[in-house]
């Protein structure tokens, strides 16, 4: 089979690995940085030969195929090296799904994948044998070799998508495209929104492209760059021939003349984007054949997921949200918009070129204090600084969420919302989501 190179010695990584010695490859796992010891543990039983803090580059590039981390963006050296001698990279997701014939769900999008992807798996598992993977939980590949599930749901995000060569999921879904990442796309809108559409490009009329007809970036794509897919779109804002659509209070499918009727209010998850990640999993559902009962029941007893609008405490009348997950300002923007009450916002971090202007109406209408959380916080200050009374910055989560307490009344919201990547103060969102429920916890 030849030597399979692994760069970066994470989830994806390490599942890559386990499933290629299993596939009789000889496998060599680098990473520039430090492998977690939960990963080092894993290889050495494993038997597979790993290295940390460097990278042996002759014997890298003497690979017959590569696999590296989605967080190892194109413009490192030692890729471009590895490109120029011929040697095939791919993305775990592109090397798993070589070793399987299971019907696949691709999830991707700015926004709303992870809710979308945990929705569609919750009614799936209802009545299928099915897996949850890709840029959540356990890797796709490591499923492949312990579970061999027959339905697969993957979160991908563009990263993951950027070494697809033949990847083609059954069904696939756009939730939508709003400016992420553009750090790694030249900044160019254009490279990032054809990253994302990758997830169709090997798709025939025989498979679907799910996505929401109210997104101009998706629509206008489509009609310029026209896919093979069946497409299903859903709105909230049009009746839609062949899909989903919102009719009063009610979501209603209608595919093939075949129809499934639902009320909004049935929904344990609030907000109008949750409303559009619920007719996508629902969309999804139906292709699969899952029954209308089990669909309406699941949506009425799905309880969200981490990080994303979840409530934490109520403390003397205040409520507490952690929505740690959002990233950016897309998400954000959810996330004011479903907000009912004055809020005190917790926002900052990493700024990955945001440009803050759609917030304003909420900002102005909602929020009565923001807190900024971040080691550079001079965008955030001059942008809100006029809108709000009290705006303070900190680099510490237990003193955010002791200012928070300070000056929220009864019957506001607190709310961490950041807008931002972590890593300045944090690990990952993960962390940095526990880090304001403790903080809460210990109030």
Same mark, same amino acid.
């Given at each position: 089979?030849?030597?399979?190179?692994?760069?970066?010695?994470?989830?994806?990584?390490?599942?890559?690995?386990?499933?290629?010695?299993?596939?009789?490859? #000889?496998?060599?796992?680098?990473?520039?940085?430090?492998?977690?010891?939960?990963?080092?543990?894993?290889?050495?039983?494993?038997?597979?030969?790993?290295?940390?803090?460097?990278?042996?580059?002759?014997?890298?590039?003497?690979?017959?195929?590569?696999?590296?981390?989605?967080?190892?963006?194109?413009?490192?050296?030692?890729?471009?090296?590895?490109?120029?001698?011929?040697?095939?990279?791919?993305?775990?997701?592109?090397?798993?799904?070589?070793?399987?014939?299971?019907?696949?769900?691709?999830?991707?999008?700015?926004?709303?994948?992870?809710?979308?992807?945990?929705?569609?798996? !919750?009614?799936?598992?209802?009545?299928?044998?099915?897996?949850?993977?890709?840029?959540?939980?356990?890797?796709?590949? *490591?499923?492949?070799? #312990?579970?061999?599930?027959?339905?697969?749901?993957?979160?991908?995000?563009?990263?993951?998508?950027?070494?697809?060569?033949?990847?083609?999921?059954?069904?696939?879904?756009?939730?939508?495209?709003?400016?992420? !990442?553009?750090?790694?796309?030249?900044?160019?809108?254009?490279?990032?929104?054809?990253?994302?559409?990758?997830?169709?490009?090997?798709?025939?009329?025989?498979?679907?492209?799910?996505?929401?007809?109210?997104?101009?970036?998706?629509?206008?794509?489509?009609?310029?760059?026209?896919?093979?897919?069946?497409?299903?779109?859903?709105?909230?804002?049009?009746?839609? #021939?062949?899909?989903?659509?919102?009719?009063?209070?009610?979501? +209603?499918?209608?595919?093939?003349?075949?129809?499934?009727?639902?009320?909004?209010?049935?929904?344990?998850?609030?907000?109008?984007?949750?409303?559009?990640?619920?007719?996508?999993?629902?969309?999804?559902? !139906?292709?699969? +054949?899952?029954?209308?009962?089990?669909?309406?029941?699941?949506?009425?007893?799905?309880?969200?997921?981490?990080?994303?609008? #979840?409530?934490?405490? +109520?403390?003397?009348?205040?409520?507490?949200?952690?929505?740690? *997950?959002?990233?950016?300002?897309?998400?954000?923007?959810?996330?004011?918009?479903?907000? &009912?009450?004055?809020?005190?916002?917790?926002?900052?971090?990493?700024?990955?070129?945001?440009?803050?202007?759609?917030?304003?109406?909420?900002?102005?209408?909602?929020?009565?204090?923001?807190?900024?959380?971040?080691?550079?916080?001079? *965008?955030?200050?001059?942008?809100?600084?006029?809108?709000?009374?009290?705006?303070?910055?900190?680099?510490?989560?237990?003193?955010?969420? +002791?200012?928070?307490?300070?000056?929220?009344?009864?019957?506001?919201?607190?709310?961490?919302?950041?807008?931002?990547?972590?890593?300045?103060?944090?690990?990952?969102?993960?962390?940095?989501?526990?880090?304001?429920? &403790?903080?809460?916890?210990?109030?």
């Amino acid at each position: 089979m030849g030597l399979l190179v692994v760069l970066g010695g994470g989830e994806s990584g390490v599942g890559t690995a386990l499933l290629a010695k299993e596939k009789g490859y #000889e496998v060599f796992v680098s990473d520039k940085g430090e492998i977690k010891e939960k990963y080092k543990e894993v290889l050495v039983h494993n038997e597979i030969e790993w290295e940390d803090k460097m990278h042996s580059e002759e014997k890298i590039l003497d690979a017959d195929i590569v696999m590296k981390s989605p967080g190892i963006p194109d413009k490192v050296p030692l890729i471009q090296q590895i490109r120029e001698k011929g040697i095939t990279v791919v993305s775990e997701i592109e090397f798993a799904s070589m070793f399987t014939n299971a019907i696949v769900v691709g999830i991707t999008g700015s926004n709303g994948k992870t809710t979308t992807a945990s929705l569609t798996h !919750h009614i799936l598992k209802q009545e299928l044998n099915v897996g949850l993977a890709g840029n959540i939980g356990d890797s796709f590949a *490591k499923q492949l070799l #312990e579970e061999n599930y027959q339905n697969y749901v993957l979160e991908i995000s563009s990263f993951q998508l950027d070494d697809i060569m033949s990847f083609k999921p059954h069904i696939a879904v756009i939730t939508n495209i709003t400016p992420d !990442h553009l750090d790694r796309y030249d900044y160019q809108f254009e490279n990032y929104i054809k990253s994302k559409f990758r997830i169709a490009e090997n798709q025939t009329k025989e498979d679907y492209l799910i996505y929401d007809a109210d997104d101009e970036v998706i629509t206008s794509h489509l009609k310029n760059n026209p896919v093979q897919s069946t497409l299903l779109p859903f709105s909230l804002e049009k009746k839609i #021939e062949n899909g989903t659509y919102l009719e009063g209070n009610n979501i +209603k499918l209608n595919i093939d003349n075949k129809e499934f009727t639902m009320p909004t209010t049935s929904l344990t998850l609030e907000g109008k984007h949750n409303v559009k990640n619920a007719m996508a999993a629902t969309t999804v559902a !139906h292709l699969l +054949k899952i029954r209308k009962q089990t669909i309406r029941e699941s949506l009425e007893n799905f309880q969200g997921v981490e990080h994303r609008l #979840e409530s934490v405490l +109520k403390i003397n009348k205040v409520q507490y949200i952690n929505d740690s *997950k959002a990233t950016n300002v897309n998400a954000t923007y959810f996330a004011l918009e479903s907000m &009912d009450a004055p809020t005190v916002w917790i926002v900052g971090g990493v700024d990955k070129g945001n440009n803050y202007d759609e917030l304003f109406p909420f900002v102005n209408e909602k929020v009565k204090a923001i807190i900024c959380l971040g080691v550079d916080n001079e *965008k955030l200050m001059n942008t809100f600084g006029n809108m709000v009374d009290i705006i303070v910055e900190t680099q510490y989560m237990s003193e955010a969420v +002791k200012i928070a307490y300070k000056v929220a009344d009864s019957g506001d919201n607190v709310l961490l919302s950041p807008a931002c990547a972590s890593f300045d103060l944090f690990e990952n969102y993960e962390d940095r989501g526990r880090q304001f429920k &403790d903080a809460v916890r210990n109030l």
